[in-house]
């Protein structure tokens, strides 16, 4: 997915929530602009009504010698139409190409 930093909420997954009850992510996200790459993880799960998501386990070259995430990418899961959607807003100018593996558990 390549979201663009417009300050909105950007859908770049979705599920079916009466499928899946969660789903586990790595996430490879580069801003080319600023050359900075970074790999996280995030957890998504729901109850039926409501989302929750959390993001762990990052490291990328946010400052020079790598010793930082670069931390560009607010995270967030909503329910909507019958699928749990993860989306990302970005908190600079710059586009982000965010690239992921999925690993979906049933209900």
């Known amino acids: 997915a390549t979201i663009t930093g417009d300050s909105s909420a950007q859908r770049i ?5 009466s499928v899946y009850r969660s789903a586990s992510y ?9 050359n900075r790459f970074s790999v996280i ?16 386990g990052g ?17 967030t899961a ?14 600079n100018t710059n586009t982000q190409v965010i690239k992921f593996v999925r690993r979906a558990l049933k209900v």
């Open 26 to 34: 790595v996430m490879s996200i580069s801003d080319s602009t600023a």
């Open 13 to 17: 997954d979705s599920f079916d929530l």
């Open 78 to 91: 909503v329910i909507n139409s019958g699928n749990v959607r993860v989306r990302a807003k970005v908190n």
């Open 59 to 75: 490291i990328g070259n946010g400052t020079s010698d790598g010793s930082t995430v670069y931390d560009s990418i607010e995270f």
């Open 41 to 56: 993880q995030a957890n998504v799960t729901h109850n039926g009504g409501t989302a929750y998501i959390s993001t762990f």
